[in-house]
């Protein structure tokens, strides 16, 4: 066993809220506590990435790249780590590789240091290119396994991935188990075949949607881990990670037993305790707790419900079971893709598309694309009846090349079309406008008008809202087992 | 590492919904899935005892004998498993060894298989009497280590307690974590340590409210546990134990993985879904989601939001951090008692004392019994300055020997309080009116009353409810803390 202390890295920046709070939370919710974040002594602060910059232009009115300068001003001493999606950079479908590129070197410059770098399909040839970016800009590239179970996903399926993921420069590996799926055993015995094969460390990612998160991180300890992520409750547990402090007094008496300040763990709660309340239009106590549908339905918790209400959409509410069984039918199909972002979703909708029709009478346009090589490699091998049906519907030919390489460069046309409008066409401009061009133009516009409020949401004061309604009483006669009383009821909010 | 698999007890019907839902799952909301619990192959289904009875008595106006005769009648296969308070059988305070030994021996006659027995203080002279009754039914005694963490309570001192338990004639014993506190380190080592110097099957009881309620059970069967005990969501996690679903999937990979029926699983986690809702009256959110505060304040979350309460009763919503403060003080002057039923009150509120009027000022009576001896031997000592308060406020000497030594045989005078009453006199009805005599009488009472209508709570169909609303006069059936009610509302204004 490993006497090393175990190593925190720290979520609450943006997974921590991203799982709990629809990534809600602004940049000056965040700033009042990041120098004391960055005096805990965290592996790293995960600040960047992932779902943030998508809600940062489409729903806070942000400029992305201002958040992550202000928060590397307070925050020097602390590693910054963000969340990668190869070559979709933080998107759902391919850049070229010029814009990867370029978003990869802007990062960089703005202070990011450690790159987190994911393919859905755990297809290796669609980081290649994020990484030699990280390379030339001198920072840490971390190659991810992505976790998943189907029958083409066994642990050495998920070590030779780990050992290539080192043979193109990985400075560290990282087990991202996105849907909470991986069991203690299994993360034992994935962590310590990985540090006896591996020679840079190795990193585990979960969530305790399912209940397990806590468990598999202390067996992944015991394997030998050398970082785990954990995040600051309430932007913890449930379907974020493991809380840090949780994860310290879990491990008091460990020989890897972390020594992270709790007076400041416990500042640091109580300010997201104020965070939480803030974005309360956006968390719910059905994300706080452990999620059973995972269990029983092996997908992850907010498939289900997005699901659910899909399916009532569709006239469908009552044929769930029938779906739900559809599901891994289709995922075998399909290559076994794993059950996540945007997967998810498309093997979702095709299940719930061969129930409401009959089997690929209807083939959803991201279902053809995955027929057609178009995400990368699948894990298994798409079923090829199903592929000539795409190839015919779509009427080309499947690819087997590296999905970029069908790519374009389209830095230079971004750029034009930016100065075409007297937008400013810097690289960090240019990216965001290939990713988001709709959400990119509304602030790029409201940037330049006149005045631009300053909008504090979620610091509307609930007494004067309610003090709105106050007021409205009613009053009964009550006869309860025979005895009368005089009841009023007064609505307070 | 044992190769045998990981045998579960199923708690849903007693420490489930008393963790989760105050205890008011009424027998009627048990009756229709209890077969199927039966046919799962649990090691035990824990049906009774804790507050169960109290519950029965003082909410749900049931008779606890009825429930558990209803309960086996339809379970007539798995053991039954209930828990015992000691000498204090189900409540509070010590009770004569008759009484004891009488309370016994009816459970055994109603069906009841396994007793488990604890003493609060781990005072295992409060236990004799019990175990000895046990015997004579010829019934399964399960001796208890309860859980708690301070500087006297070392692995050292459990293991030695473990062994005594053995030696005076524990079936098995059971490691009681009723905080959820225990460590998966700490669950490692004690389980290890027990096994190694037990013959007795070892038993792990966690709660989940810290978030490490699965990871110790996880070690704990790499240790060699037994037994642990699961619940049924949700009526599980959070405040309550692991839910079974989770630990079975968690332990997919295990060498002991158990093979009980997902299929039957999930159809009790859909009776038990219902059962929620009919029960949210008595539930929260906060129950189910991992507790913070038991890892900032090392106290059982329950205790702290009583507390809060309290404190603001008191006009000391402010001092808490100070009251929190002195709690270990108050522990260690106590004998480092555990904070667990009653326990945790009674230094709770010395606390709150001791802040407000100064150390020791105001003693409480509780705090007072425990300095006298009258709960048992403390683990660690009492203070000695501290117990001559105690003797000289209270003009009596603390005694050193076991509690109910002190205590005059009581059955044949509550018998003939009974009969004087014309109540029904045998040994269930005088245990019961040792323990509630006011709930007791209530339940008496009204049975003999000419009419009790059979109440089915929560099986109302809300559509018809509205539609008994005809003019300004509407009537309802309201369930109120378990109790229901006719009322009728007619609205004036």
Redesign the interface.
């Known amino acids: 066993m490993s006497v090393n202390p175990i190593v925190f890295n720290n979520t609450v920046l943006r997974d921590g809220h991203q799982s709990l709070a629809a990534t809600r939370m602004r940049t000056e919710q965040m700033l009042p506590v990041v120098e004391l974040l960055d005096g805990v002594g965290f592996g790293a602060l995960e600040t960047w990435g992932g779902a943030t910059i998508d809600s940062c232009l489409r729903f806070l009115g942000e400029n992305p790249f201002d958040r992550l300068d202000a928060l590397k001003r307070l925050s020097p001493k602390t590693p910054h780590m963000m969340l990668l999606r190869g070559q979709n950079i933080v998107q759902y479908t391919s850049f070229p590789d010029d814009v990867v590129s370029a978003f990869v070197k802007c990062s960089a410059e703005h202070g990011m240091d450690i790159f987190r770098i994911f393919d859905a399909l755990n297809d290796i040839r669609n980081l290649k290119t994020a990484f030699r970016a990280v390379k030339e800009a001198g920072k840490h590239a971390q190659g991810v396994i992505c976790y998943t179970t189907s029958p083409v996903h066994t642990v050495e399926t998920f070590i030779k991935l780990g050992e290539e993921l080192e043979a193109i420069g990985s400075d560290s590996v990282c087990i991202k188990d996105m849907a909470g799926l991986i069991?203690?055993?299994?993360s034992y015995?994935l962590v310590k075949s990985l540090k006896q094969r591996l020679k840079v460390p190795v990193v585990l990612h979960t969530h305790?949607t399912?209940?397990?998160g806590?468990?598999s991180?202390?067996?992944a300890i015991e394997a030998g881990v050398d970082e785990v992520d954990t995040s600051i409750?309430?932007f913890?547990?449930?379907t974020g990670q493991?809380?840090t402090?949780?994860m310290q007094?879990?491990?008091?008496?460990?020989p890897r037993k972390p020594s992270y300040d709790?007076e400041k763990l416990?500042q640091l709660?109580e300010h997201f305790d104020g965070v939480y309340e803030e974005l309360s239009d956006f968390t719910s106590?059905r994300n706080?707790?452990?999620d059973?549908d995972i269990?029983?339905y092996q997908v992850p918790g907010g498939m289900l419900s997005n699901f659910r209400n899909q399916l009532k959409e569709q006239g469908m509410a009552d044929r769930l079971e029938e779906v739900m069984r559809e599901i891994p039918y289709v995922r075998e199909q399909l290559g076994w893709i794993p059950l996540v972002t945007p997967t998810s979703q498309i093997v979702g909708t095709q299940a719930m598309l061969n129930v409401k029709f009959g089997r690929w009478k209807m083939l959803s346009q991201p279902a053809m694309d995955i027929l057609l090589g178009k995400y990368g490699r699948t894990p298994g091998r798409v079923d090829a009846e199903r592929r000539k049906q795409a190839e015919r519907q779509a009427n080309q030919e499947a690819i087997e090349c590296r999905p970029a390489d069908v790519l374009e460069p389209r830095l230079p046309a971004l750029k034009a079309e930016l100065a075409a409008r007297q937008f400013p066409d810097a690289d960090e401009v240019a990216v965001l406008h290939a990713m988001f061009p709709q959400e990119l133009k509304k602030i790029l516009t409201r940037a330049s008008a006149p005045v631009t409020p300053t909008v504090t949401p979620g610091k509307e004061n609930p007494a004067k809202r309610s003090a709105a309604v106050s007021g409205t009483v009613?009053?009964?006669?009550?006869?309860?087992?025979g005895t009368p009383y005089g009841v009023s009821v007064e609505t307070l909010d």
Chains 1, 2 share one sequence.
């Open positions: 069991s203690p055993s299994m015995e305790s399912a209940g397990m806590a468990a991180y202390y067996a409750a309430p913890a547990n449930g493991p809380d402090l949780l007094k879990m491990l008091e008496q460990s709790v416990h709660r106590p706080e707790r452990v059973s269990l029983i009613s009053r009964y006669r009550l006869m309860i087992n």
